[in-house]
């Protein structure tokens, strides 16, 4: 039996296990490799991962207080979490790459299963989206059994670990939020813009979807909607570097210059067509990957990851491994995605670089506003089902249609009971993305009151966020919120954005 290690040793240790798996996800993910082999990976530090370190790292947490406490907490979280991947490593690895290797025949082309998906949102014709969804749908749903079987026994190791047999309020825990106040709060807030929502979507669904559409869209349309398709042309896929460079410029961050974080921008065929951010090992090695496909989607993604990509890459490297890389959850990287982001909002910033008038600025700034309520709305929806599902997990695919209500209800779109797992994130995601939500619209507030509603091209902007960069991963979301003057459920800063003056 291999010695357990020291919580220093532990941390040195997972610093090279993740540095060789997050370089591992980075080449599948960018389509460089076509098998996952993590399982391999897993293997070689089989030891690292065992009870015996877990019960260890637990006994110096318990004997720990402060800072070195938390240090200790997400260090045993962490042997927890490679105790659950390297149980189902295998499984996960054939799952993945059976994913990997799907395909689906469409109007005589064989397409891999994830370029079927990236298709929808640059297929122009509305017929052709409904036909080529449902095959997607179809094939992805042919997981199912798998998705849920790997979840199922994700779960049972993750109770035994941590001795919480509650999914919900396991996780509640691990974020130190109440998850259900958090529910309640934003239901709050998603009535109070209900109404204004409605018009929003029928006029600009109407827009780019056209009249003929149903009454009810399939989701199939929703990638095609972000993409703001119609308006694809303005919002050119070759110029989308150049901009976002130029706007990150201006608040004094030289993102093509930045050494630590290495730009894969290319198109591939079996890239995955969602962007991300792999930091591989903070602030030195981070990589921030997109692919363009044309349309507002792009800039609000690459800007999105830049936020991401300049927190992990701008934090202090004398922090202690585990603050630099290790988080409770997503929620306060998350804050710097959405803010960066939320500058394709600002129609300053339409003027500024597309050259419109100001009565087009205003529209489109009414389209992305648009986008940003309707991904909220989802978001909220996701979040309440993911409380009822997790709160009876053993019976979720009894959940399939309560997804599809749920969903169909906050944004009026049409989605199929059996994608509910598929669009599912671990760990309740979608409130870590919420709390973002919440938070950010709390910063934007203070950044116009504090530096001007210009603060999306001031570099102090760019000053005060280097400073929160600088202490990694260590604050929680709510810390920002304290920072800041806010309650952190406090939804207000947010409705005045999401609600027309
Ligand atoms: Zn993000």
């Not at 960018?30 to 897993?42: C, D, F, H």
């Not at 979720?396 to 049409?414: H, T």
């Not at 001007?452 to 005060?464: I, K, M, V």
């Amino acid at each position: 039996m291999a010695a357990v290690r020291t919580p220093d040793r532990f941390e040195a240790d997972l610093a090279r296990f993740l540095y060789e798996r997050s370089e591992e996800a980075r080449a599948v993910r960018v389509g460089e490799k076509e098998t996952s082999e993590q399982a391999a990976i897993v293997e070689r530090y089989a030891d690292l991962f065992t009870r015996e370190q877990h019960a260890a790292l637990r006994g110096a947490e318990e004997d720990a207080s402060g800072e070195e406490r938390e240090r200790l907490f997400r260090l045993r979280e962490s042997c927890a979490g490679g105790l659950v991947v390297r149980e189902l490593a295998d499984e996960s690895d054939r799952l993945e790459n059976a994913i990997l290797a799907e395909r689906v025949e469409f109007r005589g082309e064989s397409l891999p299963l994830r370029s079927a998906q990236a298709r929808l949102a640059v297929l122009d014709d509305y017929a052709a989206r409904e036909e080529l969804g449902d095959l997607a749908a179809d094939a992805s749903a042919t997981f199912n059994c798998e998705r849920h079987a790997l979840l199922r026994r994700g779960e049972d190791l993750d109770a035994e670990l941590s001795g919480e047999p509650d999914p919900v309020r396991r996780s509640a825990e691990r974020k130190a939020i109440d998850l259900h106040a958090l529910a309640a709060a934003l239901a709050q807030a998603s009535e109070r813009q209900a109404a204004s929502w409605e018009p929003l979507r029928g006029r600009w669904t109407d827009r780019i979807l056209g009249e003929a559409r149903d009454p009810e869209p399939a989701s199939y349309h929703v990638a095609y909607l972000r993409r703001m398709s119609p308006l694809a042309e303005l919002y050119a896929k070759d110029r989308s570097v150049p901009v976002c460079l130029s706007t990150l410029a201006e608040l004094g961050f030289d993102l093509a210059g930045d050494t630590r974080i290495r730009l894969d921008l290319d198109d591939r065929p079996q890239k995955s067509p969602r962007a991300c951010v792999i930091a591989s090992d903070p602030p030195s090695v981070v990589h921030l990957i997109t692919r363009a496909q044309g349309g507002l989607h792009d800039y609000q993604a690459l800007l999105h990851e830049a936020g991401h990509a300049l927190h992990y890459a701008g934090c202090d490297p004398a922090l202690p491994y585990t603050f630099r890389r290790l988080a409770r959850d997503h929620a306060l990287t998350e804050i710097y995605s959405f803010l960066l982001e939320s500058i394709t909002r600002e129609p300053g910033w339409h003027a500024l670089h597309f050259g419109l008038s100001p009565e087009e600025d205003a529209e489109r700034a009414e389209a992305a506003r648009f986008l940003e309520v309707l991904l909220f709305r989802r978001y909220v929806a996701k979040l309440h089902f993911e409380l009822e599902l997790w709160a009876d997990f053993e019976h979720a695919p009894d959940y399939a249609e309560r997804y599809a209500e749920n969903l169909r209800r906050a944004v009026g779109f049409r989605y199929r009971p059996d994608g509910y797992l598929a669009d599912m994130d671990g760990e309740f995601y979608s409130a870590d993305y919420l709390r973002a939500w919440i938070r950010t619209a709390q910063l934007r507030a203070h950044l116009r009151s504090r530096i001007g509603e210009d603060w999306w091209r001031r570099p102090e902007t760019g000053g005060l966020l280097r400073d929160l960069f600088a202490e990694g991963t260590r604050p929680t979301s709510e810390e920002i919120a304290d920072r800041i003057g806010y309650d952190p459920l406090d939804t207000e800063p947010l409705l005045d954005e999401l609600v027309p003056a």
